[in-house]
Antibody
Framework: QVQLVQSGAEVKKPGASVKVSCKAS????????INWVRQAPGQGLEWMAW????????GHAEKFQGRLSITRDTPIGTAYMELSSLTSEDTAVYYC?????????????WGQGTLVTVSS | EIVLTQSPGTLSLSPGERATLSCRAS???????VAWYQQKRGQAPRLLIY???NRATGIPDRFSGSGSGTDFTLTISRLEPEDFAVYFC?????????FGQGTKLEI
């Protein structure tokens, strides 16, 4: 069965960077895009970025321009989201999610979420 | 950027009743690129509907989606106790793939 397993919770100081991993299993990693979505405490969902694991192409929301990096390690079926210059506004649960089917942006499979807390 | 506005913010109903949740887009959307998700406290979202009206795997038929252009609707025909949660719509046709702010369905 499709599974996305994310790395554990992180506590970071303002100005630092965080890197969250998302290990995929149960399907061919390169066949489906991975998206990253975050959710601040008590708030709604915020789409951040997509990754095509086959060719490494990415796209992201403009608000993260310059401080968001989405990468992958294809042999181990893992995607990464790195966010730099953290502020308290980046405190959130970060999710990776897979396309429900190829060529669709609907997200049918989700990781368990990774809580990132930014605090001095 | 396409902004999705969901209404109402909170919907108070009883089990057995019908729920109608709205999602309005700031620009016309392709029908293929609208999805609905359910999220329960402490859990990741779950895909309910994709392509406006298609139910995802294992989703009961009391959930249905409809709409076109800028107005989309999620309907739950007869509420079960497990349906009380937060619901989000999403458009994934134009980057950034935005979500609505959510509708909380409460008992």
């Amino acid at each position: 069965q499709v599974q996305l397993v994310q790395s554990g919770a992180e506590v970071k100081k303002p100005g630092a960077s965080v890197k969250v991993s998302c290990k995929a299993s149960g399907y061919t990693f390169t066949d489906y895009d991975i998206n990253w979505v975050r959710q601040a405490p008590g708030q709604g969902l915020e789409w951040m970025a997509w990754l095509n694991p086959n060719d490494g192409n990415t796209g992201h929301a403009e608000k993260f321009q310059g401080r968001l990096s989405i990468t992958r390690d294809t042999p181990i079926g893992t995607a990464y989201m790195e966010l730099s210059s953290l502020t308290s506004e980046d405190t959130a649960v970060y999710y990776c999610a897979r396309q429900f089917y190829s060529a669709s942006g609907s997200l049918g499979y989700w990781g368990q979420g990774t809580l990132v807390t930014v605090s001095s | 950027e396409i902004v999705l506005t969901q209404s109402p913010g909170t919907l108070s109903l009883s089990p057995g009743e019908r729920a109608t949740l709205s999602c309005r887009a700031s620009h016309s959307l392709s029908s293929s690129f609208v999805a609905w998700y359910q999220q329960k406290r402490g859990q990741a979202p779950r895909l309910l509907i994709y392509g406006v009206f298609n139910r995802a795997t294992g989703i009961p038929d009391r959930f249905s989606g409809s709409g076109s252009g800028t107005d989309f609707t999620l309907t739950i025909s007869r509420l079960e106790p497990e349906d009380f949660a937060v619901y989000f719509c999403q458009q994934h046709g134009t980057s950034p793939y935005s979500f609505g702010q959510g509708t909380k369905l409460e008992i």
